[in-house]
């Protein structure tokens, strides 16, 4: 079946430093990974999607790479804030498909 | 763009009653998805509609669970017979159906505690 790893244990950063998330995908490569932050009590919001044949996509602070022989995304946030603090959660999507299947999601904490 | 709305956002019941969920997405967006979501978890797909049409449930949906969006608007999620296994947080998304705009619209959820 088609699987979502991310590291269960939370992450915790001094505020400034880069933070990395990893996620990594079983079988075969999904057409897309895309990245949601969730705050607690709510529904995760959109953050940046990634294609198959993309090795990397930027956006402000944020950067997501893509490795299919590792089969492995890494997010980074950079010059992480305390507002950053959340759970960050990745998911694999299929061309023309519509079933998003996602991460458990990995606690990011930011100490000021 | 008013994003996607759920109601309620909490709702408590006793085991054995029926619950029904309300989703309203973005109003251009065809596609509607229903994700269950439990602590520590991430969402877990349950259903999907294109337009009225529902096009794949899960292994996870037991007959207890039905959907429906009647009029590709508004969609509503139904559990009778509530366990308290069902108590989670149930994750309504919309999108549009279009290669390039894969991304997900998720409300805010209803919460469900089931006594």
């Known amino acids: 079946s088609q699987k979502i790893e991310q590291n269960s244990e939370a992450l915790n950063i001094q505020e400034g430093k880069t933070a990395t998330l990893t996620c990594n995908y079983t079988n075969y490569s999904p057409a897309y990974l895309q990245w949601y932050r969730q705050d607690p009590g709510r529904g995760p919001v959109f953050l940046l999607l990634i294609r198959e044949n993309e090795k990397e996509k930027r956006k402000e602070r944020l950067k997501v790479t893509f490795d299919t022989t590792l089969k492995q995304s890494l997010f980074h946030i950079t010059a992480s804030q305390p507002a950053d603090s959340a759970t960050y959660l990745c998911?694999?999507?299929?061309?023309?498909?519509?079933?998003?299947?996602f991460g458990a999601g990995t606690r990011l904490f930011v100490k000021a | 763009d008013t994003g996607v709305s759920q109601d309620p956002r909490h709702k408590i019941t006793k085991r054995g009653q029926n619950v029904t969920f309300r989703c309203d997405p973005i109003?251009?967006?065809?596609?509607l998805y229903w994700y269950r979501q439990t602590l520590g978890q991430g969402p877990e797909f349950l259903t999907y509609?294109?337009?009225?049409?529902?096009?794949?449930k899960s292994r996870l949906l037991s007959d207890r669970f039905s959907a429906e969006r009647p009029k590709g608007s508004f969609s509503t999620l139904e559990i009778q017979r509530t366990e308290q296994g069902d108590s989670a947080m149930y994750l309504c998304a919309s999108s549009w159906d279009e290669e390039g705009n894969e991304k997900l619209f998720f409300g805010s959820g209803t919460q469900l505690s089931v006594l």
């Open positions: 998911a694999r999507g299929r061309a023309g498909g519509f079933k998003t299947i």
């Open positions: 509609f294109q337009n009225e049409a529902q096009l794949e």
């Open positions: 109003s251009e967006h065809n596609r």
